[in-house]
């Protein structure tokens, strides 16, 4: 079993950053992807950002392309996402998820662990 606690949300003006932490216990010896998805309010999880287990390779989202940077410490086991210049449409409950294998997906299912999700609200 693996358990993913995220933490970091919080509520910015519009144009800051927040830097969001994925804490990860349990078996985490697998080589695997990890990757953050949001969830706006009244809308589906959507995907915005995964790397993969060297830590050498990444995929954004359109929407955050430019503005957001996903990193991974090993030797800590976390899972970072650094937000910048945050837009009120970034606002959401932000999940850090672990993949089944080390593939760089966008993908919902192909993630078997999630967090609980930490808020992130951005106002104008």
């Known amino acids: 079993q693996v358990q993913l606690v995220e933490s970091g949300g919080g509520l910015v003006q519009a144009g800051g950053s927040l830097r969001l932490s994925c804490a990860a216990s349990g078996s985490t010896f697998s080589p695997v992807a990890m990757g953050w998805f949001r969830q706006p309010p009244g809308k589906e999880r959507e995907f915005v950002a995964t790397i993969g287990w060297l830590g050498d390779s990444a995929t954004y989202s359109d929407s955050v392309e430019g503005r957001f940077t996903i990193s991974r410490d090993h030797a800590n086991n976390t899972v970072y996402l650094q937000m910048n210049s945050l837009k009120p449409e970034d606002t959401g409950v932000y999940y850090c998820?672990?993949?089944?294998?080390?593939?760089?997906?966008?993908?919902?299912?192909?993630?078997?662990?999630w967090g609980q999700g930490t808020q992130v609200t951005v106002s104008s």
């Open positions: 998820a672990r993949h089944r294998s080390n593939v760089i997906s966008q993908r919902l299912d192909g993630y078997n662990y």
